[in-house]
């Protein structure tokens, strides 16, 4: 018998993501859509609409016989109807590549409850890619540390999701500081390593807190969106948006610092600072048309994510263990 699992034990939690967690959010891929059926650039067979004409699911039109047409698709009854050869056009239905960009820097080692960013960003890529998976397209992934990358190819395969899943609880569990030892890559690097590797017709859906997607990132972004269909999905904690009224303890997991947030003009620079930081990611996503949606690491996950990709739903989901 199949284990109900609810909504409620779905939601990742805590410093560090861990793997049967996020294997877990496979029980809502069914609810979820990435994103609507529509006309695409790619050219491998699966389930979305494309321009290109042949033998498909989906009949188009009819149309007189032209040379090089393959004769198997000859509509006999229109040809004897009017005395006339005419051929049958189908609309191929052809799957597109998802790509699932995580950004697992050391800025994203960061939580005030709930969950931390890093955590959060690990458990939508995670029922991202079994969203996608579910509806037959090729998952693959790019996971961005402060040194490096890690590729997983694009395949139709759950395989490829948990090579991802094991991919990201592996170097969130190397964080140990919002701050990094060194110079983390900005993420204008990633974004042009995902123009790299990506075919076209991609989609792609970067999970980030944005803190550094500004004016730098504007030309990978616009060689980005001639090609491939981009999300951003930026996650962030309310402390990083507004000091609380009372004092605050900071710590780095390694050395402690007092704030004092009972500052009235310190918390108003800090607000308007960061009001000012979002805007200008929002409107640099406007520029490119860019959805842009906003992820809160202390609230619930899932009704987030049911929120932007599916139907709101409550109760109880089935899965098996």
């Given at each position: 018998m199949p284990t109900v699992i609810?909504?409620?034990?779905?939601?990742?939690?805590?410093?560090?993501?861990?793997?049967?967690?996020?294997?877990?959010?496979?029980a809502i891929a069914r609810q979820l859509q990435l994103f609507k059926p529509h006309l695409a650039k790619s050219d491998q067979a699966g389930n979305l609409l494309t321009r290109y004409r042949g033998r498909g699911m989906n009949f188009e039109e009819v149309r007189d016989y032209q040379p090089g047409?393959?004769?198997?698709?000859?509509?006999?009854?229109?040809?004897?109807?009017?005395?006339?050869t005419h051929t049958k056009l189908y609309q191929e239905e052809r799957e597109r590549p998802v790509v699932i960009l995580v950004d697992l820097r050391s800025p994203m080692f960061f939580g005030s409850r709930q969950a931390f960013k890093s955590v959060a960003a690990s458990?939508?890529?995670?029922?991202?890619?079994?969203?996608?998976?579910?509806?037959?397209?090729?998952?693959?992934?790019?996971?961005?540390?402060d040194g490096d990358f890690e590729t997983v190819r694009p395949r139709r395969s759950h395989h490829a999701v948990l090579s991802m899943i094991h991919g990201t609880v592996a170097r969130a569990g190397a964080l140990r500081s919002p701050v990094?030892?060194?110079?983390?890559?900005?993420?204008?690097?990633l974004l042009e390593e995902a123009r790299r590797i990506t075919r076209p017709g991609s989609a792609l859906f970067l999970i980030s807190d944005c803190h550094d997607l500004n004016e730098t990132c504007e030309q990978p972004l616009y060689l980005l969106g001639r090609h491939a269909d981009l999300q951003v999905l930026r996650i962030s904690d309310p402390m990083e948006r507004e000091l609380p009224e009372q004092s605050l303890t900071i710590s780095d997991g390694r050395q402690r610092t007092f704030l004092n947030a009972g500052n009235r003009p310190l918390r108003e620079h800090f607000a308007d600072h960061q009001t000012q930081a979002r805007a200008e990611v929002a409107q640099l996503c406007r520029r490119h048309r860019l959805p842009l949606l906003d992820f809160d690491n202390t609230r619930p996950l899932v009704p987030a994510l049911l929120s932007y990709y599916g139907q709101r739903q409550k109760g109880r989901v089935g899965v098996m263990r």
């Amino acid at each position: 018998m199949p284990t109900v699992i609810s909504h409620t034990e779905l939601n990742p939690r805590g410093a560090y993501p861990e793997v049967t967690p996020l294997v877990q959010l496979r029980a809502i891929a069914r609810q979820l859509q990435l994103f609507k059926p529509h006309l695409a650039k790619s050219d491998q067979a699966g389930n979305l609409l494309t321009r290109y004409r042949g033998r498909g699911m989906n009949f188009e039109e009819v149309r007189d016989y032209q040379p090089g047409d393959d004769v198997r698709t000859i509509d006999w009854r229109v040809t004897a109807r009017t005395g006339k050869t005419h051929t049958k056009l189908y609309q191929e239905e052809r799957e597109r590549p998802v790509v699932i960009l995580v950004d697992l820097r050391s800025p994203m080692f960061f939580g005030s409850r709930q969950a931390f960013k890093s955590v959060a960003a690990s458990g939508i890529a995670a029922a991202l890619a079994w969203a996608g998976l579910q509806n037959g397209d090729r998952i693959g992934a790019l996971l961005y540390s402060d040194g490096d990358f890690e590729t997983v190819r694009p395949r139709r395969s759950h395989h490829a999701v948990l090579s991802m899943i094991h991919g990201t609880v592996a170097r969130a569990g190397a964080l140990r500081s919002p701050v990094p030892e060194g110079t983390a890559q900005p993420l204008k690097q990633l974004l042009e390593e995902a123009r790299r590797i990506t075919r076209p017709g991609s989609a792609l859906f970067l999970i980030s807190d944005c803190h550094d997607l500004n004016e730098t990132c504007e030309q990978p972004l616009y060689l980005l969106g001639r090609h491939a269909d981009l999300q951003v999905l930026r996650i962030s904690d309310p402390m990083e948006r507004e000091l609380p009224e009372q004092s605050l303890t900071i710590s780095d997991g390694r050395q402690r610092t007092f704030l004092n947030a009972g500052n009235r003009p310190l918390r108003e620079h800090f607000a308007d600072h960061q009001t000012q930081a979002r805007a200008e990611v929002a409107q640099l996503c406007r520029r490119h048309r860019l959805p842009l949606l906003d992820f809160d690491n202390t609230r619930p996950l899932v009704p987030a994510l049911l929120s932007y990709y599916g139907q709101r739903q409550k109760g109880r989901v089935g899965v098996m263990r």
